[in-house]
């Protein structure tokens, strides 16, 4: 679990027009956030907080941008759970007694400590990253795979086995599938690019040989299902990670990975599994 907590004490001596930024990238976060992994939290304090003038910083917000007071931070809030006052702190050691997972403070961070200080939502979406990465693990990869991936997805067969491999071997297949996650970003139309994966991105991926696909056996070893949608489907293409082989299905409509297959590799004429 990542616990993201708004911090308004950084708003204290800051100018509207920087609160604003801050609440509006706080919102986009908020909406974009897995809800399986994500928490939101906050202890109710902005709603109390003045400036040095004795200005309530609440207010000042509803009179700069009355649609951001009044409508978007009651339906933000209406999504994150209420801590007791006093518990968020800048102690982040402090505040793992009570939340041991992950914590970062959502406030105005020009000059960010570390990836557990957020002040836009260029940060979140980097540090999000960052921290998801941090925390793989066997149990926690499916949780964490839509953050760690935004255009790789696992079969739930390809789930199991990757999981089922160790920590070890799930660590140096997790470089590959963050080099086949950057090629999808660059990826914008046609159909996927093999030699570009190959020279650009360093991905051992090549094709079955003719041999293969027109054997009706070891085609239906590479008869994978991909999802719901999509349904059982020839994955011809796969990548070589030492012993191991990752058979893939390129979608070409939303420029997506689907990851079918991880194990051992499959029969050809040649080569008896």
């Given at each position: 679990?990542?616990?993201?907590f708004?911090?308004?004490?950084?708003?204290?001596?800051?100018?509207?027009?920087?609160?604003i930024?801050?609440?509006?990238?706080?919102?986009?976060?908020v909406?974009?956030?897995?809800?399986?992994?994500?928490k939101?939290?906050?202890d109710?304090s902005f709603?109390?907080?003045?400036?040095k003038d004795?200005?309530?910083?609440?207010?000042?917000i509803?009179?700069a941008?009355?649609?951001l007071?009044?409508r978007?931070?009651?339906?933000?809030?209406?999504?994150?759970?209420?801590?007791?006052?006093?518990?968020?702190?800048?102690?982040?050691?402090?505040?793992?007694?009570n939340?041991?997972?992950e914590?970062c403070?959502?406030?105005?961070?020009?000059?960010?400590?570390?990836y557990?200080?957020?002040g836009?939502?260029a940060?979140?979406?980097?540090n999000?990253?960052?921290?998801?990465?941090s925390l793989?693990?066997p149990?926690t990869?499916?949780?964490l795979?839509?953050?760690?991936?935004?255009?790789?997805?696992?079969?739930?067969?390809?789930?199991?086995?990757?999981?089922a491999?160790g920590?070890?071997v799930?660590?140096?297949?997790?470089?590959?599938?963050?080099?086949m996650?950057?090629?999808?970003?660059?990826?914008k139309?046609?159909?996927?690019?093999?030699?570009k994966?190959?020279?650009d991105f360093?991905?051992?991926?090549?094709d079955?040989?003719?041999?293969?696909?027109n054997?009706?056996h070891?085609?239906?070893?590479?008869?994978?299902?991909?999802s719901?949608?999509?349904?059982?489907?020839?994955?011809?293409?796969?990548?070589k990670?030492?012993n191991?082989?990752i058979?893939i299905?390129?979608?070409?409509?939303?420029?997506?990975?689907?990851?079918?297959?991880?194990?051992k590799?499959?029969?050809t004429?040649?080569?008896?599994?």
């Open positions: 679990m990542i616990n993201y708004f911090y308004p004490q950084t708003f204290a001596s800051e100018a509207i027009d920087a609160m930024k801050c609440l509006n990238d706080m919102n986009e976060a909406l974009c956030c897995n809800q399986d992994v994500e939101f939290r906050h109710e709603y109390s907080l003045h400036d004795g200005n309530m910083t609440y207010q000042m509803c009179d941008n009355p649609l007071g009044y978007v931070l009651p339906a933000m809030f209406r999504h994150f759970q209420t801590v007791p006052s006093g518990v968020i702190c800048e102690d982040l050691e402090g505040l793992r007694k939340y041991p997972i914590c403070l959502f406030g105005i961070f020009y000059d960010p400590k570390d557990n200080h957020i836009c939502l940060d979140f979406k980097k999000r990253i960052t921290i998801a990465r793989v693990a149990h990869f499916q949780k795979s839509s953050l760690l991936f935004e255009k790789l997805k696992f079969s739930d067969d390809a789930l199991r086995q990757y999981i491999m920590q070890e799930m660590s140096g297949l997790m470089a590959v599938f963050i080099r996650n950057n090629y999808c970003m660059s990826w139309d046609g159909s996927i690019q093999v030699c994966m190959q020279t360093g991905i051992l991926i090549s079955e040989s003719d041999t293969v696909k054997d009706s070891l085609c239906a070893q590479r008869n994978f299902f991909v719901e949608k999509i349904g059982y489907q020839k994955c011809f293409l796969h990548v990670v030492g191991l082989r058979h299905f390129p979608n070409n409509e939303d420029n997506t990975i689907f990851i079918t297959y991880i194990g590799h499959l029969s004429k040649k080569y008896k599994c």
